[in-house]
Each structure stands twice: as structure tokens, then as C-alpha cells.
T-cell receptor
Framework: KAGVTQTPRYLIKTRGQQVTLSCSPI?????VSWYQQTPGQGLQFLFE???????NKGNFPGRFSGRQFSNSRSEMNVSTLELGDSALYLC?????????????FGSGTRLTVV | SQQGEEDPQALSIQEGENATMNCSYK?????LQWYRQNSGRGLVHLIL?????REKHSGRLRVTLDTSKKSSSLLITASRAADTASYFC??????????FGKGTKLSVKP
């Protein structure tokens, strides 16, 4: 079965612009989580969605937002980009949240802000 | 904030040797998981150990969990060059989301 698909793989944006990243989970998985990975901060939790509802949110400013659609696909949006937003953004899917399942990760979207 | 903290930050060994990585976490957990990441790609789930389990095996992997010390260890036996990667522990707390440590970078020399 197909894995977690993240698009685009690479993105270069200018400071002040906004960006939308997409994640399609494994078929049948209803929970999607987003992480930001940087060399300095490591893997930081952004949000978790289940059945189109945000269940948890990490400690990020309001410029970071997300949503989940009825087919479980998820998007995250970053507005007014800053240089510090340059990172690898990873999406992970699981059957249900908060259970004894491991996550399946996508390959990530590498965002560079110039 | 990081839930898990791995130790050491970097580890370099020869092929055939065993590699041990440790993880400490801060709050009570439902389970603890270990993941591998190759060179800035997505993470791959390796093994999950529940809070009521003390040890778990999967192939060449052995994970232990000590909830009284809030710590876990991952042992990779008979390491191969292909095991070269970063390894992360991740703790699932009561709120359900998975919080990752900063990882151990393992280098296995052929």
C-alpha cells in the first residue's frame, strides 16, 4: 500500500511570503501529525489532527496553522515566513491518535526561506 | 519542549560491534518508541514498548524500559554499515501526541 505522501519535496520561498504544505496519509489512517525538524531544535511537534479536528497543538506562533479534510489529507500553512522557518517539515500518519501504534512518516518537505 | 533526551549524542563503532543508546524522559508515559532517520529523510518506526513492559526484542534490536528511572535503552547487536543513521526515542504522554528527543547519531564503520 502507498506510504505517506508529502508535497512538494522542496520549496524555496522569500521572507514574508506564505506557504502551504500537503500530506496524504496511508489509506485508512485517520490521524495526521506534523513536525518541524531543524538542526538546532530537533523534532518539534506542530499539530495533530483526527477526523478533521485539531487534537493537539505544539508551542508555535499563530503563523503556523493546519487543517484536515474529510479524506484525512492534511495541509499546513505558514504565513509571513521568517528565515527561522527554514526546516524539514515532516508529516506522520497513524490509525488513531493516542493508541499503541507507531507513526508512519513521509519523506518530508524541505522549506528554505531566503 | 523535548520529552526524550538521548545519550550519547553521537556514537561511532566498527561493524559487528553492539551499539547502545539511552533515552531519558520527563513525564509519565503510555508508551515509548524508537525511530531511525537516514540523512534528513523521514523517520522509520523501529519498535514500541508499552509502559507496563520492561523489555522487548525485534530482530537485532532490544529495547528496555525503566519507568521508575524514566529511562529506556536501545541495543543494536552485530551492527552493520547500513545501520548508520540517527536514532530517536519518542514518548507518548497522556495527551497522546508523540514528543521526540534530539537523537543519537550512529556511525558504523565497515
Amino acid at each position: 500500500k502507498a506510504g505517506v505522501t508529502q508535497t512538494p519535496r522542496y520549496l524555496i520561498k522569500t521572507r514574508g511570503q506564505q506557504v502551504t504544505l500537503s500530506c496524504s496519509p496511508i489509506s485508512g489512517h485517520r490521524s495526521v501529525s506534523w513536525y518541524q525538524q531543524t538542526p538546532g531544535q530537533g523534532l518539534q511537534f506542530l499539530f495533530e489532527y483526527f477526523s478533521e479536528t485539531q487534537r493537539n497543538k505544539g508551542n508555535f506562533p499563530g503563523r503556523f496553522s493546519g487543517r484536515q479534510f474529510s479524506n484525512s489529507r492534511s495541509e499546513m500553512n505558514v504565513s509571513t515566513l521568517e528565515l527561522g522557518d527554514s526546516a524539514l517539515y515532516l508529516c506522520a500518519s497513524s490509525l488513531n491518535p493516542g493508541q499503541d501504534y507507531g507513526y508512519t512518516f513521509g519523506s518530508g518537505t524541505r522549506l528554505t526561506v531566503v | 519542549s523535548q520529552q526524550g533526551e538521548e545519550d550519547p549524542q553521537a556514537l561511532s563503532i566498527q561493524e559487528g560491534e553492539n551499539a547502545t543508546m539511552n533515552c531519558s524522559y520527563k513525564t509519565s508515559i503510555n508508551n515509548l518508541q524508537w525511530y531511525r532517520q537516514n540523512s534528513g529523510r523521514g523517520l522509520v518506526h523501529l519498535i514500541l514498548i508499552r509502559s507496563n513492559e520492561r523489555e522487548k526484542h525485534s530482530g537485532r534490536l532490544r529495547v528496555t524500559l525503566d519507568t521508575s528511572k524514566k529511562s529506556s535503552s536501545l541495543l543494536i547487536t552485530a551492527s552493520r554499515a547500513a545501520d548508520t543513521a540517527s536514532y530517536f526515542c519518542a514518548a507518548r504522554g497522556s495527551q497522546g501526541n508523540l514528543i521526540f528527543g534530539k537523537g543519537t547519531k550512529l556511525s558504523v564503520k565497515p
